[in-house]
């Protein structure tokens, strides 16, 4: 009898250690379901980051829009320098997401530059319209679509695009091998 009192009472003193001695243990250990849990961490992990490239996101939007404005703003200052007789080389870098990877045709319209300025451009038959550009490439903004039978005359010429002005006084670029010159 003895023996079985000392066995019982063996068994409540190990609970009562064990419990003393896992609730010490567990003090330093993180509320689980916590931010700091490391089995939940990776969650508030990808939600900060998230949230993160979100903001980045709508700071790089903002910053789109200042630089197009930004881009309009040094066009239109360009068209009054050229309107006043200034010649003057557009900007042509604008913002974009993606870099279009663009080819300019190797053909020329069969006139030397020197006798092109001052002549009129029309749009070639085969298009019923074409882009009037904020500089002399294919990546550049489009001003607007300039109608068949619209006369634009040249009063530059640089590379295989010709700058032009409207009858309406609109000014921009547009390219060689898309109109004829007469």
Same mark, same amino acid.
């Given at each position: 009898m003895r023996l079985r009192g000392f066995i019982i009472g063996g068994a409540i003193l190990s609970i009562i250690v064990g419990f003393v001695v896992g609730k010490t243990v567990d003090a330093g250990a993180p509320e689980p379901g916590s931010s700091a849990d490391p089995v939940v961490s990776k969650s508030y992990v990808d939600k900060a980051l998230e949230e993160r490239v979100g903001e980045l996101e709508l700071e790089v939007a903002e910053i789109t829009v200042q630089a197009q404005a930004l881009q309009t703003t040094i066009n239109e200052l360009q068209d009054k320098l050229n309107k006043s007789g200034i010649k003057? *080389? +557009? /900007? @042509?870098? /604008? +913002?974009?997401?993606? #870099?279009?990877?663009? @080819? *300019?045709?190797?053909? *020329? /319209? &069969?006139? /030397? #530059? &020197? $006798? #092109? %300025? &001052?002549?009129t451009a029309y749009i070639k038959s085969s298009n019923n319209y074409v882009n009037l550009r904020s500089g002399p490439s294919t990546d550049t903004n489009t001003i607007k679509q300039v109608q068949k039978g619209e006369a634009m005359k040249i009063f530059e010429v640089k590379d295989q695009w010709y700058h032009v002005e409207l009858a309406d006084k609109t000014v921009g670029w547009v $390219?060689?091998? %898309?109109v004829d010159v007469k």
């Open positions: 003057t *080389t +557009p /900007t @042509t870098s /604008t +913002p974009s997401t993606s #870099t279009p990877s663009t @080819t *300019t045709p190797s053909t *020329t /319209t &069969g006139t /030397t #530059t &020197g $006798a #092109t %300025i &001052g002549k $390219a060689s091998w %898309i």
